[in-house]
T-cell receptor
Framework: DAGVIQSPRHEVTEMGQEVTLRCKPI?????LFWYRQTMMRGLELLIY????????DSGMPEDRFSAKMPNASFSTLKIQPSEPRDSAVYFC???????????????FGAGTRLSVL | GIQVEQSPPDLILQEGANSTLRCNFS?????LQWFHQNPWGQLINLFY???GTKQNGRLSATTVATERYSLLYISSSQTTDSGVYFC???????FGAGTTVTVRA
């Protein structure tokens, strides 16, 4: 498997523009997670899905952020409108059904580095 | 949420040296992972270790779940070991702040 695939790898946009980040999880994984990494706050969970259904979005910073998972092989994280403080690296991760040795392991994509000017 | 503390925050090593990184967590957990974030920003899985001891080459890890800590051992360090090492716990992965390791040739 190619692992978790994120696109784009880098995104530079201007304040006020809409930004869409994309993620393809590992085939067969039922859980998908979106994380954000900043210098100030470190790595923090934004939202996660189970079987394409959002389970916990308590980490989503505000209404400008939204995430969808229309099918088992694709998820998006959208920011509209974007602001300079949204600049960060956004990671997507996936895992299989938890439980049992080795199953509850999250595998991360390479991340999307977002710069909002 | 569960608090995760890592120490030391920074570590500078001479190539060939051994080191120990520590992760303390505030509550019982059924999931603990160690990651290495390389200089290119990629998060690499090192260990899934909610309890017990595991070894992978020059790296090994031990988690004492009853005492709420985990240790990552790096032996015979190499320059390629440089980067940030993260401990993360719980199913939703609460991350520590990381230990930045610099290995000098």
């Amino acid at each position: 498997d190619a692992g978790v695939i994120q696109s784009p790898r880098h995104e530079v946009t201007e304040m006020g523009q809409e930004v869409t980040l994309r993620c393809k999880p590992i085939s067969g994984h039922d859980y998908l997670f979106w994380y954000r990494q900043t210098m100030m706050r470190g790595l923090e969970l934004l939202i996660y899905f189970n079987n394409n259904v959002p389970i916990d979005d308590s980490g989503m910073p505000e209404d400008r952020f939204s995430a969808k998972m229309p099918n088992a092989s694709f998820s998006t994280l959208k920011i509209q409108p974007s602001e300079p403080r949204d600049s960060a690296v956004y990671f997507c991760a996936s895992s299989s059904v938890p439980g049992g040795e080795g199953k509850n392991i999250q595998y991360f994509g390479a991340g999307t580095r977002l710069s909002v000017l | 949420g569960i608090q995760v503390e890592q120490s030391p925050p920074d570590l500078i090593l001479q190539e060939g040296a051994n080191s120990t990184l520590r992760c303390n967590f505030s509550d019982s957990v059924n999931n603990l992972q160690w990651f290495h974030q390389n200089p290119w920003g990629q998060l690499i899985n090192l260990f899934y270790i909610p309890s017990g001891t595991k070894q992978n080459g020059r790296l090994s890890a031990t988690t004492v779940a009853t005492e709420r800590y985990s240790l990552l051992y790096i032996s015979s360090s190499q320059t390629t070991d440089s980067g940030v090492y993260f401990c993360a716990v719980d199913y939703k992965l609460s991350f520590g702040a990381g230990t930045t390791v610099t290995v000098r040739a």
